[in-house]
Antibody, heavy 115, light 113 residues
């Protein structure tokens, strides 16, 4: 069974940093590209970042470019999102999702940016 | 960036009724490789989104066949033939033809009448 489990969220002050993790199981993690997608409270879905299976291709939404860094450790079956210079508008539930098809999603981890 | 416009924003249905949701793209989603990367997701209340239909009309494994997708170019439709209680939630279309960025429609909330 495919499972994606996010962690690392919480309450953080504006301008501070936070690192999210997503541990994958039930499939060969190193064979798949991965995404971070977020959902602000009561809002729709917003794609944040994508990383290819071997980390050769990395893309970011304009809203996070230069502040967020996506990475992965295939030996640990883990996807990461390093978030810096956080803003109130980054407050959202952050999901990791498998490949460009977004065929599997984690349960999400909440990030709240507030003073 | 590609803008996906979903209509209606909210749909009210009775159990057993058929429902259609539209997703219109600001540009053609036909990729140069011949595929159309338009997919449909369902987010049930309090849950993560799940993939229902991919590449316009292909049913994801385990998804009931009362769900169907159709369309081409810029106009796409998700149809539910006989709504069941478990179908309630928010439906999203998402495109990958002109990614990055991957873009989502604004969502259509399906509720009981």
């Amino acid at each position: 069974e495919v499972q994606l489990v996010e962690s690392g969220g919480g309450l953080v002050q504006p301008g501070r940093s936070l690192k999210l993790s997503c541990v994958a199981s039930g499939f060969t993690f190193s064979n798949y590209g991965m995404n971070w997608i977020r959902q602000a409270p009561g809002k729709g879905l917003e794609w944040v970042a994508y990383i290819s299976s071997g980390s050769s291709y990395i893309y970011y939404a304009e809203t996070v470019k230069g502040r967020f860094t996506i990475s992965r450790d295939n030996a640990k079956n883990t996807l990461y999102l390093q978030m810096t210079s956080l803003r109130s508008e980054d407050t959202a539930l952050y999901y990791c999702a498998r490949r460009q098809l977004v065929d599997y999603w984690g349960q999400g981890v909440m990030v709240t940016v507030s003073s | 960036d590609v803008v996906l416009t979903q209509t209606p924003p909210t749909s009210s249905a009775t159990i057993g009724q058929s429902v259609s949701i539209s997703c219109r793209s600001s540009q053609s989603l036909l990729h140069s490789n011949g595929n159309t990367y338009l997919h449909w997701l369902l987010q049930r209340p309090g849950q993560s989104p799940q993939l229902l239909i991919y590449l316009v009309s292909r049913l994801e494994s385990g998804v009931p066949n009362r769900f169907s997708g159709s369309g081409s170019g810029t106009d796409f439709t998700l149809k539910i033939s006989g709504v069941e209680a478990e179908d309630l939630g928010v439906y999203y279309c998402v495109q990958g033809t002109h990614a990055p960025p991957w873009t989502f429609g604004g969502g259509t909330k399906l509720e009981l009448k």
